[in-house]
């Protein structure tokens, strides 16, 4: 299956940490990554994580993968106001062309 | 700017009627892709090609033709305009693992 899920909305206040999470169904997936949508815009890639990893750090971004569970989370350290946004979860499957199947998205709002 | 470009932002048309999306890439990648994305934000891939030749075309109704006349330009054309067709339409590019996505095309069918 490729069924990729989030919950839908998450509230924080500014300066607390953001943990967005994300399970998948397929065990095959390559890569998993984390893309952001602010409103009227496109996506855009945040972050990604091979699938023989289980951590990766970037700045306030912490991404934390189970794949023993298939599941993904993304940590946002000292939030800002600016990360409001959606974030959507995505994982592809190798082996040629990409496929990359994303997840419902979550709706973070930063409250100042 | 290198990057995913598409026109129009906007598309308001009225039901049967045809349209064209167009999306162009300097970024030189080989892959380029359709994705829709409904009133809930739910994305889900439509179709893509690489080097011009069409890869992935996820039962989306015939109405809908891609065309990709060269590796950096992929156009989406739309026949006989239904309701359901009202969404924001993504392309995106990718050499690789990566996919970098156009700004949208927003299409309001009345």
């Known amino acids: 299956g490729e069924d990729v899920e989030q919950s839908l909305f998450l509230s924080v206040r500014e300066g607390d940490s953001s943990v967005i999470n994300c399970t998948y169904t397929d065990s095959s997936s390559t890569y998993l990554y984390w893309y952001k949508q602010e409103p009227g815009a496109g996506l855009q890639l945040l972050t990604y994580i091979f699938s023989n990893m289980d951590m990766k750090q970037d700045q306030r971004l912490t991404v934390l993968l189970n794949k023993k569970d298939k599941h993904l989370s993304l940590r946002i350290a000292d939030t800002q106001t600016g990360d409001s946004a959606i974030y959507f979860c995505?994982?592809?499957?190798?082996?040629?062309?990409?496929?990359?199947?994303f997840g419902t998205g979550t709706k973070l709002q930063v409250i100042p | 700017d290198t990057a995913v470009s598409q026109t129009p932002k906007y598309l308001v048309t009225q039901m049967g009627n045809d349209k064209s999306i167009k999306c162009e890439q300097n970024?030189?990648?080989?892959?380029m892709y359709w994705y829709k994305q409904d009133s809930k934000k739910f994305l889900k891939i439509m179709f893509s090609?690489?080097?011009?030749?069409?890869?992935i075309n996820e039962t989306v109704p015939n109405r809908f033709s891609p065309k990709s006349p060269d590796k950096a330009h992929l156009n989406l054309h739309i026949n006989s305009l239904e309701l359901g067709d009202s969404a924001v339409y993504f392309c995106a590019s990718s050499q690789g693992t990566l996919l970098f996505f156009g700004p949208g095309t927003r299409l309001t069918v009345l």
């Open positions: 970024l030189g990648h080989d892959t």
């Open positions: 090609y690489n080097n011009k030749e069409l890869i």
């Open positions: 995505a994982e592809s499957i190798g082996g040629g062309y990409q496929k990359v199947t």
